[in-house]
């Protein structure tokens, strides 16, 4: 278990009273995933929350209409920013196999940054399995978006709509795997994952999914 860190709240006068729920709402929101990550979702109190957050606990229930209601947006919130953070990272130019390994680094990246999202993520499906189902939602629905623009590009053959979807899970249980064997120390601590392991990655995405059909 690791020390929490207090949120450093941000300066809200002058700010419209939307900016400023918006920002309280993000603060909660984020103090909720250190809690969570540091004690689980089991022990992620309302009082946790607020103190990280450094709000009150009154304050609390105009964003939230309970504990448990906190717990089911998280996973979503958190996964919006993880694919806002890939998203940015990837140049437009960037197409076929060599935008897939740009995916990954950036998914690793985030990671890197959010380690909470690993407990966040795998705790769900138990304590918040509506958001855990909303959060493959998205990542599929996003995830088929973009191969199928690889589809239309020419870059992907001899893969029919069902079968792309198949890939899509294989993809992203890959990149789960990938990440808490490799990114991860004995102490839970992020590390860079080893290039090989990259390549590894690259040579079955080039060998099979954006090989000539």
Partial sequence: MTKLTALRTPQ?????????????????????????GNDGYADASISKITQLA?????????????????????????????????????????????????????????????????RILYEAEVFAPEAHAEHFRVLVNGYKGSLERAVERGEIRGFDEVELEAVIYMLLSARSYISMHYARDDNGQAKAVPEHVIQAYMKILTRGLFSPA
């Fill in 12 to 36: 809200l006068r002058g700010m419209s009273r939307e900016e400023k729920a918006r920002e309280t709402y993000r603060l909660i929101l984020e103090a909720a995933a250190q809690v969570v």
């Fill in 54 to 118: 450094g709000v009150a606990q009154g304050t609390f229930y105009n964003y939230f209409k309970s504990r448990q209601d906190v717990l089911n947006k998280l996973l979503p919130y958190m996964g919006r920013q993880m694919l806002d953070h890939i998203a940015s990272s990837l140049p437009r130019t960037l197409a076929g196999p060599v935008r897939e390994e740009a995916r990954l680094r950036a998914f690793l990246d985030y990671l890197n940054a959010h380690p909470a999202f690993y």
